[in-house]
């Protein structure tokens, strides 16, 4: 028995990959659902913000984060965008990275298809700016010198939706998709403790421990953290089978394996302790 | 030619050409490196004279209503200080340029990012532990302790030993922990990458083989 966990200890990394792949794989070969219930998380807390915003609020969604992000920071923009919209907001869009611009236009455009909205009236795109949190700061006296026009060269006076919006202060929330700097931090600092204006957020997994710690100061309303807070969110919007929940079952069957792996290599790791081997 | 399933299984090739280094280091995986190295460069290039160079500067200089803001000058002037460091006999020029990013970044963060980090973080953690429900207090008695016994495992002019070593310990603990949280969500964004790409490659690529083998939809 302790010669097979020996073995097993050893096993060759590459049938650890095919393990992984297999586990990621099958799940969604058999398009296998889990469950995905939303307890008191921060997920919820967002979206209790956005939910009770009185309708024709102004929200800033800024689309921070490129297509390395896509598969986590995606499903989070279109159904936070859903969310606004069927919230009757006034969803304005922009992004810290220059990708996040074209990645945000399919999301806002994509569900505002689908929930009837129409751009420059519900909804519209301002583009990428350079400057991270520098921009920010001057986004806090005045969002047209920044944006003289929208991400297609429409000017800012011909966008009706605009027409009641000065600087930062002229929005009830704002919500940054952030996949590294700038993102959230930066609209805290800026957006948040200098101007007061309420920051939501969603991030990728490897951040999210950075940031919990605004939730608990209450620097940030609610946050999205990697896969499972996209999942949360759909889930919350009734987003019926959407790519984060779709991806979650994989997901949990990879973290089985992954734990079982690490189990294995506990248990060789210390049988061989015991005969004196391991160092 | 159909453009967009020509997109598909380009993706999916370079998919399976950097995928392959996980058996081994071969040519096709040193393919896919070279041209997502060399296509981000000349991306980027492109993209930031478009969305940077032209919006920001050269329209503020030359606008296209007519005239010319001969101020704008100047930041052009500063942006080829920057490239001047290529030349040995210029390099320090590039210095100017320099300062003026590091001091405007430093003096427009040092209020707010003390303000953001330090100030309400430690506000963050002076908290009452006797209000609320039992797990509110059990919560808020957990972050007072691993606040306190982290410092204490930091503070290095006094011996790690009795009642300091096992608060130390204590902070250790509670450090080991978060770092396994992180590591935990970092697991999770990788396989979240994982699963993007196999939901790529079964629901995206895979559907297109039979469309070109004229055997389905």
Known sequence: ?279 | MNWEILGVWLGALVTFCLYSFLYRDNPFYKFAEHLFVGMSAGYWVIYNIENVLIPNWWQNMVPPEGGFNWIWIIPGIFALFMLARMVPKTAGLSRLALGMIIGAGAGLNMVSFFQTNAMAQVKGTIISVATGSAWDIFSSLVLVVGVVSGLVYFFFSKAHTGVVGKTANVGITILMIAFGASFGYTIMARLSLLIGRCQFLMEDWLPTIPQLLGIGG
């Open chain 1, 1 to 279: 028995m302790a010669g097979f966990i020996e073995k097993l200890g050893n096993t060759d990394r590459r049938i650890i990959f095919i393990l992984i792949a297999l586990s990621v794989i099958i799940p969604i070969s058999l398009n296998l659902i889990f469950p995905n219930p939303v307890g008191a998380e921060p997920s919820r807390d967002l979206f209790e913000y956005v939910d009770a915003l009185p309708e024709g609020s102004n929200v800033l969604v800024s689309f921070d984060y490129d297509p390395s992000t896509m598969p986590e920071l995606q499903p989070m923009a279109e159904a936070v965008v859903a969310h606004l919209f069927k919230k009757n907001a006034n969803v304005v869009g922009m992004a810290l990275w220059p990708q996040g611009a074209s990645l945000g236009q399919d999301a806002m455009s994509h569900m505002a298809d689908s929930l009837g909205k129409v751009q420059y009236e519900d909804w519209c795109n301002l583009g990428y700016k350079s400057g991270g949190g520098v921009m920010i700061v001057r986004l806090g006296s005045s969002m047209s010198a920044v944006f003289p026009t929208d991400k297609d060269n429409v000017p800012w006076s011909e966008i009706p939706m605009l027409r009641n919006i000065t600087d930062l202060e002229s929005f009830s929330l704002i919500i940054s998709l952030s996949a590294g700097d700038p993102g959230i931090i930066a609209w805290v600092m800026m957006g948040g403790d200098r101007f007061g204006v309420p920051i939501g957020g969603g991030c990728t997994a490897v951040s999210a421990p950075t940031l919990y710690t605004y939730l608990q100061t209450g620097q940030m309303v609610g946050m999205l953290g990697g896969l499972k807070g996209a999942a949360d969110y759909e889930t919350l919007v009734g987003i019926k089978d959407g790519q984060a929940v779709r991806g979650m079952a994989p997901q949990s069957v990879a973290h089985l394996v992954i734990m079982l792996f690490i189990i294995i290599g506990n248990v060789a790791y210390f049988t061989e302790k015991k005969k004196g081997g391991a160092r």
